[in-house]
């Protein structure tokens, strides 16, 4: 397809496991960001990528979470040791320019 | 810290019935000012875009307006129709930024019944 896509669409993990989340650009967006949305929070940013690099990764919560992108394209975000209250909606969006493109999102959840 | 404040949270109203939801936000150095739309299990939609510098924009039934003096942006909606429900984000860029580091309001979440 031509948007934005996430992988997986949900997954459901266990207290201190570590959990992996996808997301595939539209091709020829040089910018991606991840965002998550939770109950009570709303929609906070998290990382920012330009190419391969993370000029600002000033909303990851901590170092349990990091990120990486590479070819300039497919981005994968990591949790580690993962906790409760970090279950929500993992968003990843990106764009050409000043308009975002948002993927359906990842909804984590963890027992 | 900027903070965006959207009201009503929720709000409920028959078809055809044109429409106003309310964005504030506290710092006024802002880029540009966003409307998305978010349907249930799906991501964000971007419906308007308004830079600092505009007082509008427009695309069919929508209408988006700024005023940086006082903080706010409405998104008028036209004759609502049923396929209008959908919760609603408003989202500003800070100024000086040059990329999508957005903060977002909680949104409002709109039905409309037939």
């Known amino acids: 397809g031509a948007g934005v896509s996430q992988s997986p669409s949900n997954k459901v993990t266990e207290k201190g496991k570590d959990v992996e989340l996808r997301c595939d650009p539209i091709?020829?967006?040089?910018?991606l960001y991840w965002y998550r949305q939770s109950l009570g929070q709303g929609l906070e940013f998290l990382i920012y990528f330009q190419g391969n690099s993370a000029p600002d990764k000033s909303g990851l919560p901590s170092d349990r979470f990091s990120a990486e992108r590479t070819g300039g394209s497919v981005s994968t975000l990591t949790i580690q040791r993962t906790q409760q209250e970090d279950s929500a909606v993992y968003l990843c969006?990106?764009?050409?320019?000043?308009?975002?493109?948002f993927g359906s999102g990842t909804q984590l959840s963890v027992l | 810290k900027q903070e965006v404040t959207q009201i009503p949270a929720a709000l409920s109203v028959p078809e055809g019935e044109n429409l106003v939801l309310n964005c504030s936000f506290t710092d006024s150095a802002i880029y540009n000012l966003q409307w998305f739309r978010q349907d249930p299990g799906k991501g964000l939609t971007s419906l308007l875009l308004i830079q600092s510098s505009q007082r509008e924009q427009t695309s069919g039934r929508l209408n988006a307006s700024l005023d940086k003096s006082s903080g706010r942006s409405t998104l008028y909606i036209a004759a609502s129709q049923p396929g209008d429900s959908a919760t609603y984000l408003c989202a500003s860029l800070p100024g000086g930024t040059s990329y999508g580091k957005l903060t977002f309001g909680q949104g409002t979440i709109l039905t409309v019944h037939p």
């Open positions: 969006a990106s764009s050409r320019n000043e308009k975002l493109f």
């Open positions: 091709s020829g967006h040089t910018a």
